[in-house]
C-alpha cells in the first residue's frame, strides 16, 4: 500500500497527539502554509506568549480541523483520567468567572460595546455559581427479582457550539461547564464580534485546566470565526453534536445538518399584568429584567400586555420605581429610527442594529431628543401595532399595550411570543390566570411574579443557563442535555438484597 505524504502526515500526527505531544508546528503544517493563515491582533501576542517548551496552544486555533483534532484528543485524554478530572475542570472554569468577571466583563464591554458594564461582569459571577457541573449526573439504579439495571450518563464526543454577541463568554462558559461535566470537550464558532474575548477566556480557561489535570484544548475556539467555519463546524465528521445559541438564521441552519443540534433559538418575551396583581412588584421586576444588559437577555421583558383597570396605576409604579415614561412624539421618533427596512423585503421591517443594546440616553440621542433625567429604561403606552411590540428588539425601551381583560392579555401574549416557546412572564395573584397562561403559552421559561432573570436561578429558584434550547425542547440547558444514556442490565444477579 502506497500512502501519501497527507495520509503520512495524518498518521504521524495522530500518533503524537495519542502520546501527548501534539506539536503546534506539527499542526501548521497540516493545516496549510503558515502565509496562509490569518491571525487577530490577540492570537498572534497570546501566540507568543504561549511560546514555551510544551508548545501548548490552550485552545485557541486558527483551523476548525485542528481545533477538532485537538479537542478530540483532549477529550479521550478527560476519559482516561475519570469522573473526578472532569469536577475539576469545571473548578477551573467557575474560579476565573468569579474571579476575573470584572476583568473579563471589562473586556466583553470593551469589544461588543452593548448592554451594560454592570451586567457583563454579573453575568460571569453567576455564571461561575450557578451553572450546573458534575452533580446534575446520578446514575438511575433499578433493582428487582429479575436482578439489576442501571443508567449512566456517557460523553458524545466533541461538541460544536455557536454562541451569541449578546453574551459571548457567559455562554461559552456555560457550555463548557455543563459539556465538560457530561465528558465532552468543546469546539467553539464564536460570534465575529466577540470572539477577542472568547479567544482570551479559552486561553485562561485552557492554562488553568493544564495546571489542575495536565490536559490542553478541553475548550478550543476559533479566532477569526466566519460563517464558512461555522459550518465547517456542523460538517466535521469527529462533531458528534451542536449547541447553537443565537436567532433564527443560525438555527435553521443547525437543524438542516444531520447532527443532533441543540438549539437555543430566539425569544419575544411577553409580560401581562392583571387587576390582582402586585403593581410595585411588577413595576420593579419589569424594570429588572428589561433594563438588565439593556434588554439584551433572550428572556428580558420585551412588551407588556396589561389590564385598563389597572393601567394607570401600573404606569404611575414605573415611575415611581425609576423607569422613564416617553412622549408620544418621543415614542414616535424613536420608533422611527429603531427600525428599517428589511434590505430584500421593503416590506418589512427589522432593528436597526446601531440601537441594540444601547443605553436609553443614547437611544435618545440617536433619535433627536433629550432624556429629563438619568434612568435605566424607557417606557411608553403604545398599541399593538408598535413594531416595538412585535419584535425582538433588544433595547431599554418597553411598549406598554393597554387590553381590556385578562383573556385579551393572555391571547396577544401568545401571538406576539411568536410560537418561539422561549419565555412568558406574568404578574398576577390569580391561580385561575397562572394556569391558564402557563398552559397556553406552553414556553420552556414561564415566570410568575417576578423579574425574567428568576426563570434562571438569579433571584429565583433553580439553576442557570445561558442557552435555553427552545425548537429543539430541551429548555434550560444542563449536563444532562450532552450526555447519551447508556443502559446496563445484570438478569438474574447483584441484586444482593
Ligand atoms: P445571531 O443569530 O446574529 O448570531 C448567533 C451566532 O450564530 C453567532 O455566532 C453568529 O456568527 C452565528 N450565525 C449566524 N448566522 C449563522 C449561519 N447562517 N450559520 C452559522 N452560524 C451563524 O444572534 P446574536 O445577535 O449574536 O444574539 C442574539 C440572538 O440570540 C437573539 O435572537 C436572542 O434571542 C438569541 N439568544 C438566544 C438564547 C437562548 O438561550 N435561547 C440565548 C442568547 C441569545
Redesign the pocket.
Known sequence: MILSDAAISRVVHEVLAELGKHPANSERKLAGSASSERKSTTLASSERKLAGPSQSRFGVFNHVNDAVAAASEAQRALERQGFEARGKAIACIRKICIEQAEELGRLEFEETRIGRLDHKIEKLIVCGERVPGVEFLKTHAYSGGNGIALTEFAPFGVIGA???????LP?LACNAINMLAGGNAVVC??????ARIAVEGVRRFNQAIVQAIGIDNLITVIAE???ET??AI?DHRDVKMLC???????????LRSPKRAI??????PPVVVDETADLDNAAASIIRGAAYDNN????GEKEVFAVDAIFDDLLAAMERHGALRLKPAEVDRLTKAAFVRHPEDASKLVVNKDF?GQDPKVLAEKSGFGLSRPTELLFAETDESNPFVEQ?Q?MPFVPFVRVKDVETAIELARKYEHG?R?TAILHSRNVDVITHMGRVMDV?IFVVNGPCTAGLGVGGEGYL??????PTGEG??TPLTFVRERRLAVRGSLRVV
Not at 244 to 254: L, W, Y
Not at 263 to 268: D, L
Not at 465 to 470: H, L
Open positions: 455557536i454562541t451569541p454577541v449578546t453574551h459571548s455562554t464558532n464564536p460570534h465575529p464580534s466577540g470565526p466566519t460563517l461555522a459550518q456542523f447553537v445559541t443565537g436567532g433564527p438564521a443560525v438555527g435553521r441552519a443547525a438549539v437555543a433559538g430566539p425569544g419575544n439584551l437577555l433572550c428572556i441594540i425582538e433588544m418561539f422561549h420552556s443557563s445561558y442557552s435555553i434550547a427552545t434550560v440547558t
